[in-house]
């Protein structure tokens, strides 16, 4: 079988573009995760020179988070309007000069204004590359697409923390801001000269703020658009609960280094990439409803053997408190894009909108997650383990009640996207 690109999208790429195409819009989904966790190697440096606390460095995580929750409710509508390619432009611009003012930063105060404005920014690439699969790719193809995003995509968690420790052992803290300015940089290079606009103007909406709002209304005010994207939230959350307590679990749990998180990260980031190609294989093979549940039935069995693990005496140590994560977030990974699709598809022309709802309510969980949860259950290992359980029992019950009453179609959205496989 061949693949061509219909004359829907006048720049959809081929060959080597498309695949060049592709690792971009990954590489727009790794800068929000990759921006958090690159952080924690350095909480401690930054709590000694501001004589900061343990809860207020982890606002340095949730207000980065809150308003990237709130953009996410303007990136994609305007990305419906103005076409998708000017939007990841802007916001690549305002992330390298919030990461500039971060590295420059007096104060903690100043800090947490500047990583406010970098979470605003951040999240137009990781929302609007959401988007543009779907503009572009049909079908399997579509879920194949996004499971080879989501595998790039889960690098960043893994690898942030290690780049983190790597780069204080150069400099203090401000050069991880620095080197987010570099990558920041050669972001906006390979989205002005290779990405191309998916998102033709004839199928632009109006740029007005009512009918921009109106689009975010009709997709939150929608019963299934309203659980797919809380099953999103409690599936994502399962995992981003030992994201956000890292320096907590690494530091005051197993009392680790600085350059040592990847003893945490490396098995909670292998399940989710080996779970994203998994899906990827199995898509056009299985249904995606059957493929989601199948991944909570792994995340459900893992995350109750964690908990588990977690009550037997002398488990406070490596490997036992990570021996179970790979399986948690690698059930995690094999339902993520199934949920992501059937939002999408949803609203067909309303794609844009449809992300940003999506988006927003699991980035204000996460958001939640950081804030509170993370320094309230980080004093136990067990603790973390019934957290992250019960948000896995909570996003399965949803997804099977969408089930219920929504079917998943087995071949997505027959909305023409721009990109259609013939033989």
Same mark, same amino acid.
């Given at each position: 079988?061949?693949?061509?690109?219909?004359?829907?999208?006048?720049?959809?790429?081929?060959?080597?573009?498309?695949?060049?195409?592709?690792?971009?819009?990954?590489?727009?989904?790794?800068?929000?995760?990759?921006?958090?966790?690159?952080?924690?190697?350095?909480?401690?440096?930054?709590?000694?020179?501001?004589?900061?606390?343990?809860?207020?460095?982890?606002?340095?995580?949730?207000?980065?988070?809150?308003?990237?929750?709130?953009?996410?409710?303007?990136?994609?509508?305007?990305?419906?309007?103005?076409?998708?390619?000017?939007?990841?432009?802007?916001?690549?611009?305002?992330?390298?000069?919030?990461?500039?003012?971060?590295? $420059? +930063?007096?104060? /903690?105060?100043?800090?947490?204004?500047? @990583? #406010?404005?970098?979470? *605003? &920014?951040?999240? %137009?690439?990781?929302?609007?590359?959401?988007?543009?699969?779907?503009?572009?790719?049909?079908?399997?193809?579509?879920?194949?697409?996004?499971?080879?995003?989501?595998?790039?995509?889960?690098?960043?968690?893994?690898?942030?923390?290690?780049?983190?420790?790597?780069?204080?052992?150069?400099?203090?803290?401000?050069?991880?801001?620095?080197?987010?300015?570099?990558?920041?940089?050669?972001?906006?290079?390979?989205?002005?000269?290779?990405?191309?606009?998916?998102?033709?103007?004839?199928?632009?909406?109006?740029?007005?703020?009512?009918? $921009? +709002?109106?689009? /975010?209304?009709?997709?939150?005010?929608? @019963? #299934?658009?309203?659980? *797919? &994207?809380?099953? %999103?939230?409690?599936?994502?959350?399962?995992?981003?609960?030992?994201?956000?307590?890292?320096?907590?679990?690494?530091?005051?749990?197993?009392?680790?280094?600085?350059?040592?998180?990847?003893?945490?990260?490396?098995?909670?980031?292998?399940?989710?990439?080996?779970?994203?190609?998994?899906?990827?294989?199995?898509?056009?093979?299985?249904?995606?409803?059957?493929?989601?549940?199948?991944?909570?039935?792994?995340?459900?069995?893992?995350?109750?053997?964690?908990?588990?693990?977690?009550?037997?005496?002398?488990?406070?140590?490596?490997?036992? +408190?990570?021996? /179970?994560?790979?399986?948690?977030?690698?059930?995690?990974?094999?339902?993520?894009?199934?949920?992501?699709?059937?939002?999408?598809?949803?609203?067909?022309?309303?794609?844009?909108?449809?992300?940003?709802?999506?988006?927003?309510?699991?980035?204000?969980?996460?958001?939640?997650?950081?804030?509170?949860?993370?320094?309230?259950?980080?004093?136990?290992?067990?603790?973390?383990?019934?957290?992250?359980?019960?948000?896995?029992?909570?996003?399965?019950?949803?997804?099977?009640?969408?089930?219920?009453?929504?079917?998943?179609?087995?071949?997505?959205?027959?909305?023409?996207?721009?990109?259609?496989?013939?033989?």
């Amino acid at each position: 079988m061949t693949a061509q690109f219909a004359p829907t999208s006048s720049a959809a790429p081929t060959g080597g573009r498309r695949a060049l195409f592709l690792v971009i819009l990954a590489s727009l989904g790794m800068i929000g995760p990759f921006s958090i966790d690159t952080m924690f190697p350095a909480f401690a440096r930054m709590g000694a020179e501001f004589g900061a606390s343990e809860l207020a460095l982890q606002q340095i995580i949730s207000s980065y988070m809150l308003t990237f929750a709130v953009m996410s409710l303007v990136h994609g509508p305007l990305s419906d309007a103005l076409g998708r390619k000017p939007m990841v432009v802007a916001g690549t611009v305002i992330y390298i000069g919030a990461s500039i003012g971060c590295a $420059l +930063a007096p104060n /903690l105060g100043v800090l947490l204004v500047f @990583r #406010a404005l970098q979470g *605003l &920014s951040a999240g %137009a690439g990781a929302i609007i590359s959401r988007a543009m699969v779907r503009d572009v790719f049909a079908d399997a193809q579509a879920q194949r697409t996004m499971s080879h995003i989501a595998m790039i995509f889960g690098l960043a968690p893994a690898l942030a923390p290690v780049v983190g420790g790597l780069l204080l052992g150069f400099s203090g803290w401000r050069i991880i801001f620095w080197f987010l300015v570099v990558v920041g940089v050669a972001m906006l290079a390979l989205v002005v000269f290779f990405l191309p606009e998916t998102h033709p103007a004839e199928r632009r909406t109006p740029v007005k703020v009512r009918h $921009l +709002a109106s689009g /975010l209304w009709s997709v939150a005010r929608d @019963r #299934a658009g309203r659980r *797919l &994207s809380l099953a %999103a939230m409690f599936n994502n959350g399962a995992m981003f609960l030992y994201v956000s307590s890292a320096p907590l679990l690494v530091g005051n749990l197993l009392r680790l280094g600085e350059q040592d998180y990847w003893m945490l990260f490396v098995p909670l980031i292998s399940g989710m990439v080996i779970g994203s190609w998994v899906s990827g294989r199995l898509a056009g093979r299985l249904s995606g409803a059957r493929i989601a549940n199948l991944g909570y039935a792994i995340s459900l069995s893992a995350g109750a053997a964690n908990l588990g693990v977690s009550l037997i005496p002398g488990t406070t140590t490596l490997p036992w +408190a990570v021996i /179970l994560l790979p399986v948690l977030t690698f059930g995690i990974a094999l339902t993520f894009p199934v949920v992501t699709l059937a939002m999408l598809d949803l609203f067909p022309s309303a794609r844009g909108s449809a992300s940003s709802v999506q988006n927003f309510v699991a980035l204000l969980g996460n958001t939640l997650v950081s804030g509170i949860l993370a320094p309230a259950l980080g004093f136990s290992l067990t603790a973390l383990a019934a957290g992250s359980f019960g948000y896995t029992i909570i996003g399965a019950l949803l997804w099977r009640r969408h089930l219920a009453s929504t079917p998943i179609a087995p071949h997505g959205s027959p909305d023409a996207p721009a990109f259609e496989p013939v033989e």
